[in-house]
């Protein structure tokens, strides 16, 4: 006897869509077929897609964000969000504070984690103070315990990273076998724009966008990849932008260079008009790099269309906007540089793929399921437990209604923001239930599970 059967829907894959049934037992895939024997429970998934839970690789939940600044999600909140949104596991990410070791940081990390998740969590680390500890004892023994991925950023003063020790962090993910991922932005080029601007008078929201211009982007994305290409080893390119940064990727990859590509829902949907919004409203859209023009959402399009990226991530990071711990915090009001840089998203990140992307003819069924999915599984060390459905696999599963039509407002949303830049907008389809682990979750899209249902889950090397 199966614990849950899953009967009728079509079954899709990131290889194939097939009908047939789904036999859970426990936490896991049982058996594919045809007329599977009856479950304790069973859903009628006619008419329904039944995928891979969503897996988000790019997530930031109750990261430090500065003087009186405060993420508008910790752990219970934002898993809720994903979940909503159709996701199953998520990977925020864990800073390392400068002086602080990579196990301080995690046993923090993991505090603020343990009993509040509503999905599946495991952590990247983010490295801003590469000593010879970190990279020559802590790297290698965490890459062993499962914290298989490292981000590093070439922007913001206090988390860059100079390329010497870029070279030096990528060196020991070498050795250790953890993947990279880099944040691809010029922070003296930002520097020298933003004091420009400031002497100009020019600090509203606006000023984000110019400030952070595609060359700045391109440059950084570029040297990455030599860097990377110098040290011999595979790197992520995370949220890409435009297409000059594509651009960059592609050459690399034609040289040899083994790279992954990300873009998020904020290159494909927003542009900087949208920071150039009445009064401070433009303080909500700001995220680096910044949203571009048409032309970059057109490019980003083709790229996911086409493989320039392997990765559709959320990269959310949500503050509130009527806050003083958020967008509008006193010093915020003054000035861009002080508006906290990133956007909610965790929740709409799937409706808007499979809306605009699938229900318009851009991308396929089994391309979705790629890039929210499974090739997030292989390049971080989950799969095949997660991110395909076949025997042996975790039972997480998402059922998405195609013909459902909904409207995005905030006030549906579960995330702790208090808006969500993509209010408004019209998608069809809708993730209705979400099965994590073969336990219903969102049952008819009510959530029916309570926190500490989601696990610590360690990871193996990457599959790339
Ligand atoms: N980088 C991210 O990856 N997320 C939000 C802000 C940022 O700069
Ligand atoms: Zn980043
Ligand atoms: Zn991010």
Not at 63 to 88: H, K, Y
């Amino acid at each position: 006897m199966f614990d849950l059967v899953i009967r009728n829907g079509t079954v899709v894959t990131a290889s194939d869509v097939t009908q047939c049934d789904i036999g859970i037992r426990g936490e896991r895939i049982v058996m594919l077929g045809e007329s599977l024997p009856a479950g304790r429970d069973e859903i009628d998934a006619a008419g329904l897609y039944v995928m891979p839970g969503g897996i988000d690789s790019h997530v930031h939940l109750a990261q430090p964000s500065g003087d009186g600044i405060v993420m508008a999600d910790g752990f219970e909140s934002g898993t809720r969000s994903a979940l909503m949104g159709g996701n199953t596991t998520v990977l925020p990410f864990c800073l390392q504070q400068k002086g602080q070791t990579l196990r301080e940081a995690l046993t923090a990390y993991h505090a603020l984690a343990e009993g509040n998740c509503l999905t599946d969590v495991s952590f990247h680390l983010i490295i801003t103070d590469p000593t010879a500890g970190v990279l020559g004892q802590e790297i290698p023994a965490l890459v062993e315990d499962g914290y298989t991925s490292l981000k590093v950023f070439m922007t913001y003063e206090g988390m860059r990273l100079h390329d010497n020790e870029i070279l030096a962090t990528l060196d020991a993910a070498r050795t250790s076998g953890a993947l990279v991922m880099v944040h691809c932005e010029n922070e003296d080029a930002i520097r020298f724009l933003i004091g420009k601007h400031e002497e100009a008078g020019d600090v509203s929201p606006l000023a984000h966008a110019t400030t952070r211009p595609v060359a700045a982007e391109r440059e950084a994305t570029h040297r990455a990849l030599s860097l990377a290409e110098i040290v011999d080893v595979p790197i992520v390119i995370v949220h890409v932008s435009n297409r000059e940064a594509m651009e960059e990727i592609d050459r690399a990859r034609k040289r040899g260079v083994k790279v992954f590509g990300e873009t998020c829902p904020q290159y494909l949907m927003l542009t900087a008009d949208d920071l150039d919004r009445e009064g401070w409203e433009g303080a909500k859209f700001v995220c680096s790099p910044p949203p571009r023009d048409e032309a970059s959402k057109a490019a980003c399009w083709q790229g996911l269309e086409q493989g320039i990226f392997d990765l559709y991530s959320s990269d959310h990071c949500p503050f509130r906007f009527d806050d003083p711990a958020g967008k509008l915090n006193d010093k915020g009001k003054t000035s861009f540089r002080w508006i906290p840089n990133g956007i909610p998203g965790v929740e709409t990140r799937l409706p808007i793929l499979f809306s605009e992307g699938v229900m318009k003819g851009r991308i396929d069924l089994s391309r979705f399921v790629a890039l929210t999915s499974t090739n997030h599984a292989k390049l971080y060390g989950l799969y095949p437990r997660k991110g395909t459905i076949a025997v042996g696999s975790d039972a997480d599963v998402t059922l998405w209604d195609p013909k459902a039509h909904r409207t995005i407002h905030n006030a549906d949303l579960h995330h702790g923001a208090d808006y969500t830049p993509y209010e408004g907008l019209e998608v069809q389809g809708w993730p209705v239930s979400v099965i994590l682990r073969g336990r219903v979750m969102v049952k008819d899209g009510v959530l029916a599970a309570d926190p500490g249902s989601g696990t610590y889950l360690r990871r193996k090397r990457s599959r790339s």
